[in-house]
């Protein structure tokens, strides 16, 4: 199960980003399951609505909720509590609190990869980034 990230999910949804072709080649060439959570999506679905795109947020929202993406993990009282500790511990990072709530969740499910184009994944230590 792969753990797919706001940045992953913007490029492969904008034809114009910088990391779209890479975005579209791995997901067309992956066969793993993808899994997001609620707050990633929010973000992505935000992020390309205020970006200019918001024909792109709902029809990736639409295949998001439909299931045709990933699974989606909804946050849990224990890991949103988690992810405040792990953004007061890290404090030195310049990660988001979505970042962290991420990090919680990828350890909690046993999930040992993201597709991202975020190097604060990289940062996290125990996560292979793809692509």
Known sequence: MIFVDTGAWYASAVPDDQDHHSAQT???????????SDYIINETLT????RG?????LDMGQALFGGELAEIV???D???????HVF???????WSFTDCTSKVVMERLGI????????HFRQFGSVRVVP
Do not use: C, H
């Open 47 to 50: 992020l390309l609505r205020m």
């Open 88 to 94: 007061g511990k890290f404090s030195d990072k310049e």
């Open 78 to 84: 224990e890991d949103f509590q988690e992810a405040w």
């Open 112 to 119: 040992g990869a993201a597709f991202s184009f975020d190097v």
């Open 53 to 57: 795109y918001p024909i792109l947020a």
């Open 26 to 36: 791995w997901l067309q060439q992956n066969s793993e399951p993808l899994i997001t």
């Open 74 to 76: 909804r946050i849990s």
